[in-house]
């Protein structure tokens, strides 16, 4: 008999196939590198391909006589534009504003087909690195009430250029999904007055079979009840309220933990797509906003998630995820990887 | 500039691409028909190709020599097992249950090659009666919190059978998605004492600008803040709480409509893939529920959502979904068709 379990945070059931969880070799599907999708590649032009403003450019320290690691710049077709004001409106019995934020690119590799992971700590490290200092530029902005720092790798997560990339996109509301954990991570630190993040920590800890790999800074596990089989979280073993708070000493520890466990999913999966969410607390705003978070009640994380399969109409309408692959057995393939 | 619109059923938002919105050409893919998944098809069969029990099977009333029109059976390896108790635990500090449920599969026409919107209404009505009746049905076990009724149509939507066929499943929790569905609706019943999705109904009758067809009884349009572009949501226009009130005059005009909104769709976007999914209240309990609803407070739905891309990290991450079509140029290619 399957099993239904519940994830603790957002209170969503999934379904786990206990029955017959299937290993890796159940998600392999065609992978073959598809032509570029946009000849030349604006990413990789020592100058900017996009032809936006390039916000900023990073040396890695470690390779003094290198030209520049990573660079951020403008995205080229914004989602969400940086001038304007919100205009909240009524629109009959609705609701609309005006699209206004910021969409920037950051380009991880000047070499269009090496990934961070596989150059090395120190490069990951300076990339790392750039993620904070673009958060806590941006989160001076008040109209900004989130920043969302994700990555697309591979088509069928939904990226939009062959270059390593990832994106930041600023939003003037607190999206869904965020809200739903933040409410989530609230309520139970009103019930327990603890982070429900450490707690998680802790049982993960304890229970060890979902560990998928560990250092003196950070935990790296597959959850309970994810959305997808072989889903990473990445905590800080140590309460930390926003990623802005990074200490020069964890990133070098982040950037060998995420190496490792993006080394693991490509080598058991096949380098898969997948999609990297950075999970912070919202902005501080200078006026008083629903979902600001107290500094005892949000712990940021980092969430892998292979993408190996489209949700069907009954994930789709329910909200009810199926795991072909139990939380466990997928953490023991990754950690014997 | 952009616009951001809020979905008022459930809070969540999305980015409409209101400054270049997209025509249906923008979503052709690739749409060639792959080969069978499966040879022989096991719903292909005269006697039952699944091996598994026969619940039901249905004639066309309009067609008295006819043989079988419509067939329910057991699914063959189903998600969630009719037999056994559901032993709710603590996992540590984590919740879990037994798989328990009910999957059956509605084949929807003997013909392995034709829809039931291709061979006339009368085929279609008995098809919505046949859901009729085993929702009615399957209401009567108090394990069961929520019956799922949904369509896979495509492989890109979850379909993995290619004979035309829907399912129902039945579960022992009431799925994320429809508590915050069922939440919003309470929410605004008890502000306004009045039916959010009659309001809905009102609103877009006024409007006109995203009605896709309407009847006597049944009104189809697409929403205001959907998650797709080119999703259609079809209401009855007088107020009704539960599909298995539906009346028999009622379901020749669901039929019309719905057959009309499935040929729109195949006709403007070449065949996709789609999902169908009833949105009907939880199943009435011996015991309180905390979801059960009143009869004032939800009104049954039908959701049409085409499956014209794959989520990216950003929408993944935030809930905050991406139309690079307005609801109203959607619409009016859908109401022009």
Redesign the interface.
Known sequence: ??????D?L????V?VMTDHSKDPSYYFTDRRKPAPRIEPCPLCLQGNGLGTKEILAVKNPDDPNASVAVRVLANKDP???VD?DLSRRG??????????GANEVIVESVEHNIEPEEIGNGHMAVLLDTYRQRLADLQKDTRFR?L?L???HGR????AYDHPHS?I?A???T????R?ELNGARTYFKFKERCIFC??LS?EM??GTRIVAENIDFLAFVP??PRSPFEIWILPRRHQHNYTDLKPEQTGSLASILTACLMKLKLILKDPPY???L?NSPNKLPRVDHWQTLEDDFHWHI?L?P?L????????????H?LPTTPEDAAGFLRRA
Request: proline share 3%; net charge positive; glycine share 12%.
């Open positions: 008999m399957h099993e239904l379990r519940k603790i957002i209170g969503r059931w379904v989602l969400l534009q304007g629109v009959g019995m609705y609701d609309a504003m005006n699209g206004i989130y969302l994700f990555k697309n069928a997560a939904g990226s994106q996109v939003t003037p509301i999206p869904k999904t965020v739903e707690d998680i049982q304890k229970t309970f009840a999609n990297l969410v999970h969430e998630i993408r399969f489209r949700m069907d109409g009954f994930e789709w309408g329910s909200g009810l199926i």
